[in-house]
């Protein structure tokens, strides 16, 4: 059973940068789109970045032009580059790996930015 695992997640101050990785334990085939989406206290699991088997890539608008999804097959690797950070992106924030037939998610992890 392949898995995923998180990393990258802490307390930020707000203006500040963080880098969240997610790495798939073996190779999953037939990937249609690597996705990243968070989940604020109390609040619904939002979609935040995708990135697309040909590279296309589309984001929140909230978080447009400040974060940046990217991908290494080589490694079975996610990133989600986080500039200028804000209070409002403090979160969960959960990779998916969307493939035929299964979808794949990370266990979370932790983003606090403090203002």
């Known amino acids: 059973q392949v898995q995923l695992v998180e990393s990258g997640g802490g307390l930020v101050q707000a203006g500040g940068s963080l880098t969240l990785s997610c790495a798939a334990s073996?190779?999953?085939?037939?990937?249609?789109?690597l996705r990243w989406y968070r989940q604020a206290p109390q609040g619904q699991r939002e979609l935040v970045a995708t990135i697309s088997s040909d590279g296309t890539t589309n984001y929140a608008d909230s978080v447009k032009g400040r974060f940046t999804i990217s991908r290494d097959d080589a490694k079975n690797t996610v990133y989600l580059q986080m500039n200028s950070l804000k209070s409002d992106d403090t979160a969960v924030y959960y990779c998916?790996?969307?493939?035929?037939?299964?979808?794949?998610w990370g266990q979370g992890t932790q983003v606090t930015v403090s203002s």
């Open positions: 073996g190779p999953i085939v037939n990937i249609n789109a």
């Open positions: 998916n790996f969307l493939a035929n037939p299964s979808s794949y």
